[in-house]
């Protein structure tokens, strides 16, 4: 083995092979992440205590975002479930009926819109009515999602 070893090095030194300069890249470095420390705890005391703000109140005169007046909403129901491909929702029809022609509103936490009721299905059957208690089949235009409550829109 020690033969073949100097073989290999003499004929290193006559041929002056050098190493061929590795493939790999080299890593950038990566800059270090701070950490956010913990927030100092108040001190205690009549004296440490911060003043309320008062919160922010909206003026008046400036109307909310609601899409129709609450009045003229009745519950129809609520979202059970949202297949969003097919854009369909389920719905457990609450104490109003829905009927095909009706314009309800979709609203929870996130959504908010108005539709007309183009088509219901029960069982994958068209109907023209859904009665408390019914859980029917209703084409969306938006997402739509679980809990969603809907309302029939009595005005016009």
């Given at each position: 083995?020690?033969?073949?070893?100097?073989?290999?090095?003499?004929l290193k030194r006559i041929l002056k092979v050098k190493r061929k300069p590795s493939s790999?890249?080299?890593k950038k470095p990566?800059?270090?992440r701070k950490v956010a420390s913990a927030p100092k705890k108040a001190a205690r005391g009549p004296l440490s205590k911060k003043s309320i703000?008062?919160?922010r109140r909206i003026p008046e005169n400036k109307s909310s975002k609601r899409l129709v007046p609450k009045a003229a909403l009745k519950?129809?129901?609520a979202?059970?479930?949202?297949?969003?491909k097919i854009r369909v929702v389920?719905?457990?029809v609450g104490p109003s009926p829905i009927k095909t022609g009706d314009t309800i509103l979709i609203k929870g936490k996130a959504t908010e819109f108005r539709q007309r009721v183009d088509s219901l299905q029960v069982e994958s059957r068209d109907v023209k009515t859904a009665k408390r208690g019914e859980v029917v089949g209703l084409k969306v235009r938006k997402e739509a999602?679980?809990?969603d409550k809907i309302f029939i829109f009595s005005g016009k």
């Open positions: 083995m020690e033969i073949w070893d100097s073989f290999l090095q003499s790999r890249r080299k990566v800059a270090k703000k008062p919160s519950e129809a129901g979202v059970t479930h949202f297949f969003p389920v719905v457990k999602k679980e809990g």
